[in-house]
């Protein structure tokens, strides 16, 4: 990630702040700020990109279930490089095709154009081999086990196989490759909005990041 301000008045206090904080940061991939929205599944990543990008005026966001599958639940780097991040670094209007989760293939177009911020959401979004890519790394602070408990309540009873597969795979992946340690802002989900905090990454340093 690109060196910038975490600290004193640069660093966003609030999620109002967040977005023009964000726009201040310099392009990270080509003419893109990407910015990462990581988390365990079900704390709430998918509806905080929608206000952030809503915030931003429209921002793109690129939902990293999209590109795992069935199969390869964090298998996906090299299509996110290929088909996401090799464009968009050119300045061009990334197009992919979405896994379809019911009919377990790969169907409908999309696109991600070259926008000033482009936010990608999702369980492994501040990996190892992306984090060179990024603006910013946001985690979302919930536990584990409370993530999972929201994200059984919200799919049911019927994906409850799945969800057993998924928290093993889940914690095999964080064990291995960590986001927490280098997340720069932490994002808590209070009554009402989100409170923003400075991440491990933020606290940590002063100097210039590395990845």
Do not use: C, N
Not at 26 to 37: F, I, K
Not at 124 to 137: E, M, Q, V
Request: charged share 25%; hydrophobic share 40%.
């Amino acid at each position: 990630m690109r060196a910038h301000p975490l600290h004193g008045p640069h660093r966003p206090g609030s999620f109002d702040d967040l977005a023009p904080w964000l726009l201040t940061l310099p392009p990270s991939l080509g003419p893109v700020r990407l910015v990462a929205v990581d988390g365990h599944a079900g704390s709430g990543k998918s509806t905080f990109s929608g206000r952030l990008a809503a915030a931003l005026g429209g921002a793109p966001v690129l939902h990293l279930d999209d590109l795992a599958t069935h199969d390869e639940l964090f298998a996906w780097t090299d299509r996110l490089r290929e088909q996401v991040l090799a464009p968009l670094s050119r300045g061009e209007t990334a197009r992919f095709l979405a896994y379809d989760w019911v009919a377990r293939r790969f169907a409908g177009e999309r696109e991600v154009g070259p926008e000033p911020v482009v936010l990608v959401e999702g369980v492994g979004a501040g990996r190892r081999a992306l984090r060179p890519h990024l603006a910013s790394l946001l985690w979302m602070e919930l536990p584990p086990e409370h993530s999972w408990e929201r994200g059984q309540l919200r799919d049911g009873v019927e994906l409850s196989d799945f969800w057993d597969g998924w928290m093993r795979a889940e914690r095999e992946h964080f064990a291995a490759d960590p986001t927490r340690p280098y997340a720069e802002l932490l994002i808590l989900q209070r009554d009402g909005g989100y409170e923003v905090l400075p991440g491990p990454r933020g606290t940590a340093r002063t100097g210039p990041g590395r990845p």
